[in-house]
């Protein structure tokens, strides 16, 4: 468990989070006595730690809200390959809309298993 997405990748905010939201949502989650709940505590703020992030972002994780939609409005997708920080400033123009914003990247493991095709000797 001790690699996640690092803090320093070229990745969108909210899939470098998705990890550390995940465990934090286990240990609140499962029935754990208080012993067994600091020392998850004490796991997952070693890999935020290890992987670049500070610790306090598990403080805002924690007080954050369940994602229920307040409007009964139908909300729109909208994906973007992210780039870095100019995806970002482009995707806030959806922000007070009913238009979500998804991103994704270019460098998935699918894209590095695929062979390299080699050229063909020309005859």
């Not at 803090?7 to 609140?28: M, V, W």
């Amino acid at each position: 468990m001790d690699i996640i997405i690092p803090n320093d990748s070229c990745h969108p905010i909210e899939q470098k989070l998705a990890a550390i939201r995940y465990f934090t949502n286990g240990i609140n989650t499962y029935s754990l006595d208080n012993t067994e709940k600091q020392a998850e505590t004490n796991v997952v703020k070693q890999t935020v730690n290890n992987n670049k992030f500070d610790t306090s972002i598990l403080n805002r994780i924690n007080g954050g809200k369940t994602k229920r939609e307040k409007d009964s409005q139908k909300i729109r997708w909208a994906k973007f390959t992210y780039c870095g920080k100019e995806t970002r400033m482009v995707t806030k123009l959806f922000k007070n809309t009913n238009v979500k914003v998804a991103y994704r990247t270019k460098n998935n493991l699918g894209k590095l298993l695929i062979p390299q095709k080699t050229p063909k000797p020309d005859k």
